[in-house]
């Protein structure tokens, strides 16, 4: 990924050089629109568009505002292949390319950039909440609210919260959302290659992967705006995989605790 050379990030320099990665799919009526922004609200902030060759022409409209603004880099893959999938390949070009806090964002609105700014404090900890080595801007913590949304998205995404939280056994409100911040170590600590989640559960995948590593993992609240343009890509078969995978690891995580107390009982008898 050829580009500008990396500047620290003029407010928080200790993080480092900055990118957002914006997986698109069929975007092209919200991408200028989400892309200027986030240029303006942090200028220091590079954006990494990631295009499944949407037929609506996203990919291109990615490349016209790509040739204006050194910030803006595309990577263009061959077809649809689910957001999961398109975060592993944006991660992939970002850490090849040497930044330093590697981020999450939609392209729909949903996600404010002029919020970004409390997710840079979250991970530094210059807002008083200490370091983090992932920070999640978070809909279902004090503070956090949703705007627009119909009553049964938000029953779906407290309800799905919910049903991670017990099965997974983490203490985290949102670990669907989708408005996030890496360091660089802590991605390099995740074994992406070893994940599988191609859909929207990747997100709680990933969070749960860091818990495990052992790293800090901080929400802080913001306010999360429904899509006023464009379709959702939520789709049947996107929730399935979701519950399918959390069930799945939430019994093998139930499996293990009772062999660990299975263990011990019988080092205790013996
Ligand atoms: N590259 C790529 N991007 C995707 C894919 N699926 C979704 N996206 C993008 O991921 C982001 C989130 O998708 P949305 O459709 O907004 O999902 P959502 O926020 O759960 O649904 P709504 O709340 O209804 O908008 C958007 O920027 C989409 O364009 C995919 O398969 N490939
Ligand atoms: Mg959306």
Redesign the pocket.
């Known amino acids: 990924m050829s580009g500008p050379p990396l500047q620290p990030h003029g407010a928080h320099p200790d993080l480092g050089r900055v990118v957002m990665v914006?997986?698109?799919?069929?975007?092209v009526d919200n991408l200028a629109w989400i892309v200027g922004r986030l240029r303006s609200a942090q200028p220091d902030v590079h954006v990494l568009v990631?295009?499944?060759a949407s037929p609506d022409g996203t990919g291109e409209l990615a490349d016209r505002l790509a040739a204006t603004d050194p910030g803006v880099r595309v990577l263009h893959?061959t077809g649809?292949?689910?957001?999961g999938a398109?975060y592993l390949a944006g991660f992939d070009e970002a850490l090849r390319a040497g930044y330093d806090v590697i981020g999450e964002m939609?392209?729909?609105g949903?996600h404010q950039p002029e919020q970004l700014d409390r997710l840079l404090a979250g991970l530094a900890g210059t807002d008083g909440g200490g370091r983090s080595d992932l920070v999640i801007g978070s809909r279902w913590v004090p503070g956090g609210t949703v705007v627009n949304w119909p009553l049964h998205?938000e029953a779906l995404s407290r309800g799905g919260n919910l049903y991670v939280r017990l099965l997974l056994g983490i203490d985290v409100r949102d670990a669907t959302a989708?408005f996030r911040l890496y360091r660089r170590d802590t991605l390099r600590r995740l074994d992406l290659a070893g994940v599988r989640s191609t859909g929207?559960v990747f997100q709680t995948d990933l969070v749960s992967r860091t818990l495990r590593a052992g790293l800090v993992v901080r929400e802080v609240p913001i306010e999360f705006v429904?899509?006023a343009r464009g379709d959702?890509?939520?789709s049947g078969a996107v929730a399935a995989e979701s519950l399918r995978r959390i069930t799945a690891w939430g019994l093998r995580e139930r499996r293990a605790q009772v062999r660990r107390a299975w263990g011990r009982r019988r080092t205790v008898t013996v």
């Open positions: 914006v997986p698109t799919y069929d975007e990631v295009d499944d893959r649809r292949a689910g957001l398109a939609d392209a729909d949903s998205r989708g929207y429904e899509r959702s890509k939520m």
